[in-house]
Nanobody
């Protein structure tokens, strides 16, 4: 029902910034909660950030608090992840996800997933 496409990844130096976008198609997702997850080589997929359908509630992994900001533009069915002060430890494939209901922290609770976008941070 929902098709998600991430964009905005790339190669940056430590201390730099990137903004990831996730565009949804197929139907409106204004009633959906969104999440960002990432997966580095040899590691499990981990939670990064989530936002409620209204956009009024957000939460972040401790490792990215004060550096990353999640936001949404319901009019354009798009969710963003602004990433500042990037470090090599942030290198991973980043995935956006959507679910019906409230914001959530577990990947198992999301129904729709994008294909991922690579973020590489050089030291």
């Amino acid at each position: 029902q929902v098709h998600l496409v991430e964009s905005g990844g790339g190669l940056v130096q430590a201390g730099g910034s990137l903004r990831l976008s996730c565009a949804a198609s197929g139907r409106t997702v204004s009633s959906y909660a969104w999440g960002w997850f990432r997966q580095a080589p040899w590691k499990e997929r981990e939670f990064v950030a989530t936002i409620s359908p209204s956009g009024s509630n957000t939460d972040y992994a401790d490792s990215v608090k004060c550096r990353f900001t999640i936001s949404r533009d319901n009019a354009n069915n798009t969710v963003y992840l602004q990433m500042n002060s990037l470090q090599p430890e942030d290198t991973a494939v980043y995935y956006c996800a959507a679910r019906v209901g409230s914001y959530a922290w577990s990947s198992r609770m999301y129904n729709y997933w994008g294909q991922g976008t690579q973020v590489t941070v050089s030291s």
